[in-house]
């Protein structure tokens, strides 16, 4: 679910001009799982740009206010998710907790930093959702722990099919500043991508797999 389609291009363009997302249909990015992609999608970069860090922490805040009313802690996903995590708890005057990938391996082993109580009301904050593998694995994390999670709030999604069954099969609510949908629309109207890529992104969209593999 887009929180607003009004700042939701407005972040999409944004991200476009600070190449915090880059489009190469010729020369595809190969993500960490080894998968061939046209977008590569690196949210962090827009920490750089005080004006639009700010802009997307404040859509942050009032997705959180508007779909999910009172929480008590708000929850980053390592590690993307953590700066954006700390600067919305920082507004909303709220606790912060962050979650690892997995357990630490030395010391107290913890897998969720930071201080929650059972029963308190979480909010999850990330980056960017792709699967939705690592971040419905900090939201079940934090289930363990006896949090209560309200649901996640993602600056980016692909909008890929994977994500939408995972995040409905794990009963969690996925709220996105933006999606993939919105950038390519900005990304052709603006003239960042020719119709002929725009073809070739809406095929990545439909299936990555059988796009990556056809570029191996």
């Known amino acids: 679910m887009i929180y607003n389609t009004d700042s939701a291009a407005k972040i999409a363009e944004s991200l476009l001009q600070i190449k915090a997302i880059k489009l ?62 700390a600067l919305v708890a920082a507004a909303l005057g709220l606790p912060l907790v962050y979650v690892r990938s997995s357990e630490k391996k030395h010391g107290m082993t913890n897998k969720i930093e930071g201080v929650i109580n059972e029963g308190q009301s979480v909010v999850v904050i990330e980056d960017l959702v792709s699967t939705g593998k690592s971040s419905l694995n900090a939201v079940d994390a934090l289930k363990d722990a006896g949090a209560s999670v309200k649901g996640m709030v993602a600056i980016f999604t692909y909008g890929l099919q994977k994500a939408e069954d995972n995040f409905e099969n794990a009963n969690c609510q996925l709220v996105t500043l933006s999606d993939y949908d919105v950038l390519v629309n900005i990304a052709t109207e603006n003239e960042y991508i020719s119709n002929n890529d725009l073809l070739s992104l809406m095929d990545w969209r439909k299936d990555p797999q059988a796009w990556s593999d056809a570029r191996k």
Do not use: H, M
Request: with cysteine; hydrophobic share 40%; aromatic share 10%.
């Open 24 to 85: 190469n249909n010729k020369e595809p990015f190969t993500w960490a799982s080894g998968l061939k992609s046209p977008i590569y999608c690196d949210n962090r970069v827009a920490l750089s740009y005080p004006k639009i860090r700010t802009y997307i922490r404040q859509q942050i805040v009032e997705a959180i206010e508007d779909k999910f009313g009172q929480v008590d802690v708000i929850a980053g996903v390592a590690t993307a998710g953590i700066p954006q995590a």
